[in-house]
């Protein structure tokens, strides 16, 4: 592992295809759903990452139970965003009972620390998601099946989901989108000249403004 600066985690090195997870995810179902897809190493003294998908871009999964213990949770959220070593992604659980917590927890990461949120209902859920991350990142542009065809493939009922879940989009437009920009990556990077084309300026703006940070 290499050296963290002061006052913040920093990069971990990561092979190819795998991921570095916290110790505590040891046992869990998420770890079992992933096992056997992509390669897990459980490693202590992440905190406060989870799970390193890459040497510099990592996850923080917020469980339902710190949904509903309150807002210790961001302080994790608060030491990634301020490490310029690493790109941070926010992992929620939304279900029935963390629901009433989720607007406040999108209001905090994606507004006012400019993070990209990802809502899951399960850690099976959870599991699919970091699995598509990491197989998105160890595929050559070239032989990435999402770059070459133009019709969206949606293997993973989550994906949908996820694109449904931002501000102006719904189930109309996110299958559009889909199409347009196939995995979550794509459309985060996207431009707002870019995004117009396909669900028009209003929302593009919306879309635009959720995955970047709110100047």
Known sequence: MEGKPPGGPGPVHVPLGHVVASEKWRGS???QEVQGK???????????????????SCILYITEADLVAGNGYRKRLVRVRNSNNLQ????????QMSEQYFSAIQKFTV???GMVLLPVASQVEAS????????EQTKEPSKNPFLRKKRTQFSEPYLLRTVQQIPG??????PLLLQKFPTLQQLSNASIPELEPVVGPAVAQQIHAFFTQAR
């Open 29 to 31: 179902q998420l770890a």
């Open 111 to 113: 507004l006012d620390l």
């Open 128 to 135: 699919c998601l970091i699995v598509q991350l990491v197989q």
């Open 38 to 56: 992509i390669k897990l190493v459980f490693e202590d003294g992440l905190a406060p990452v989870d799970f390193y998908l890459s040497n510099r």
């Open 169 to 174: 989009v719904g189930k109309v437009k996110a």
């Open 88 to 95: 941070g992604i926010v992992v929620v659980e939304k279900t």
